[in-house]
């Protein structure tokens, strides 16, 4: 419950906009891993799914972004990505034009296989 009120308050501190456009992605990972630990981690909300930290997603200034991408997804989606500004690890959204639904799902699904691939955490 502590982590869900650190959540609340980081997102409650964003404007409006970003704070409806994260609450959106918060829901669907959420539906996509019930069983994950909302936490923050790196000053970020994120998912965990055991140790080990699925997604992150934040707020800033101009923009939103989800974490961690990795070249695997930049290569695979490389079409579902155009028009989306990114970092080397991060995918950058507003609240006028979000993470599509599915491209949001499968960011988090192919993240968890990756995982699960790696083994067990330190």
Known sequence: MAETSRIDAYLNRLP?????????????????LPNAEETISYGMPAFK???????????????????PLTDRFL???SEALKGFQRTKGS????????????????LVRERLGDLEREGPGE
């Open 16 to 32: 409006e906009d970003q704070r409806t456009a994260l609450n959106r992605v918060r829901k669907q990972v959420r539906s996509l």
């Open 75 to 77: 290569r695979s989606h």
């Open 91 to 106: 995918l950058h959204f507003t609240p006028a034009v979000p993470i599509p639904d599915d491209l949001l799902a499968a």
């Open 49 to 67: 799914v055991g140790d080990r930290a699925v997604v992150w997603f934040a707020g800033w200034k101009a923009h939103c972004s989800i974490y």
